[in-house]
C-alpha cells in the first residue's frame, strides 16, 4: 500500500501511532501516584489513606510497565499484533483478564504484601524467530520490577534521612518490597509464568510438552507453594535477603505495609 508523507508520518514499522499513546486510565494512575506521593510526603489529610494510594497506585503502574516491557520487546522482536491489541498503550484494561490481572493481585498487596503476576498479553510466538528472542519477552517484565525495586531502594543507599517523612518512606519500602517480591515470583521456573517462559523455547521436545501440560496451572501451583508454612516462610526469607542486599530496610516494609491497612485503624 502507498502511503503520502503525512500518512506515513503518523505510522510506526506499519502501524498507527496512537497505538504507542499513553492511555487515559494509565496517566490517571501515574497522576494518583505522584499526589498521594506528596500527601505522604507532606503528611497533610489522612496520611495512612495516602500511603495505602500511594503503594496501590504504584503498584498498579509497576504492572503496567511490566507488561508494556513485554509488549515492546515482542513488538521489536517481529509481533505486530501486540500493538493492535493495545498492549503498547500502558492500558491495564486491555491485559487477558482483569479479575486475574488487576483485582486478585491488589487484593494480593492488600491482604498478604506479597506482589503476585498480574495481567498477561497475548504474544504471537510464530512471528517471533529465535530462542534468545523469545526468552528476552518474556525476561523483560520481570526486568522491570528489578529495575523499580533497585530505584526504590537506590534512596536509602544513598544516606536519605527518613525520620523526617517517616510515613512517605515506609510506603516507598513497602512498594521496594513488593517489587522484590514480583521480580522473585516472576523470575521462578514455573511452567506458565515469565520464569517458565525465560526457558522455554531451550527445553528439549520432550521437556517442552511437558511444560506445555502444567503451563495453565502455573499461578495455582505457585499459589499453592506460597500457602505452604515452610515454603512461603522460605520465599519471604528470600526476600528480606534480597532486600538487605540492595538496601531496602526490611523492617521500613513492614511498617508501610502495616500502616497502608487504614482500616485497621
Excluded at 130 to 139: D, P
Excluded at 226 to 248: K, T
Amino acid at each position: 500500500m502507498d502511503f503520502d508523507r503525512p500518512e506515513r508520518d503518523r505510522l510506526v514499522l506499519g502501524v498507527p501511532r496512537a497505538a504507542f499513546r499513553p492511555s487515559p486510565i494509565f496517566l490517571a494512575l501515574l497522576a494518583l501516584f505522584v499526589v498521594s506521593g506528596i500527601l505522604g510526603w507532606r503528611g497533610t489529610g489522612n496520611v495512612r489513606l495516602s500511603v495505602f494510594l500511594f503503594v496501590v497506585s504504584g503498584w498498579l503502574v509497576s504492572l503496567c510497565l511490566h507488561e508494556y516491557a513485554h509488549a515492546v520487546v515482542a513488538f521489536r522482536a517481529g509481533d505486530r499484533t501486540v500493538a493492535h491489541r493495545g498492549y503498547l498503550t500502558l492500558n491495564p484494561l486491555k491485559y487477558s483478564h482483569p479479575l486475574l490481572s488487576i483485582v486478585f493481585p491488589v487484593l494480593a498487596v492488600l491482604l498478604g504484601g506479597i506482589g503476585l503476576p498480574g495481567g498477561a498479553v497475548w504474544v504471537d510466538r510464530h512471528a517471533i524467530p529465535g530462542r534468545l528472542r523469545h526468552t528476552l519477552v518474556s525476561f523483560a517484565g520481570p526486568a522491570t520490577n528489578v529495575v523499580f525495586a533497585l530505584v526504590l531502594a537506590a534512596p536509602f543507599v544513598l544516606g536519605v534521612d527518613p525520620y523526617g517523612h517517616i510515613e512517605f518512606w515506609f510506603g516507598v519500602a513497602a512498594l521496594g518490597f513488593l517489587q522484590l517480591t514480583a521480580s522473585l515470583l516472576n523470575l521462578l521456573p514455573v511452567p506458565g509464568l515469565d520464569g517458565g517462559n525465560i526457558i522455554e523455547p531451550w527445553l528439549s521436545p520432550q521437556w517442552r510438552r511437558m511444560y506445555d501440560l502444567f503451563a495453565p496451572y502455573g499461578f495455582l501451583l505457585l499459589v499453592a507453594l506460597l500457602w505452604n508454612p515452610r515454603l512461603g516462610g522460605w520465599f519471604f526469607d528470600g526476600v528480606d535477603a534480597l532486600a538487605d542486599l540492595i538496601g531496602l530496610p526490611p523492617d521500613f516494609a513492614a511498617y508501610g505495609l502495616r500502616l497502608m491497612r487504614f482500616w485497621e485503624g
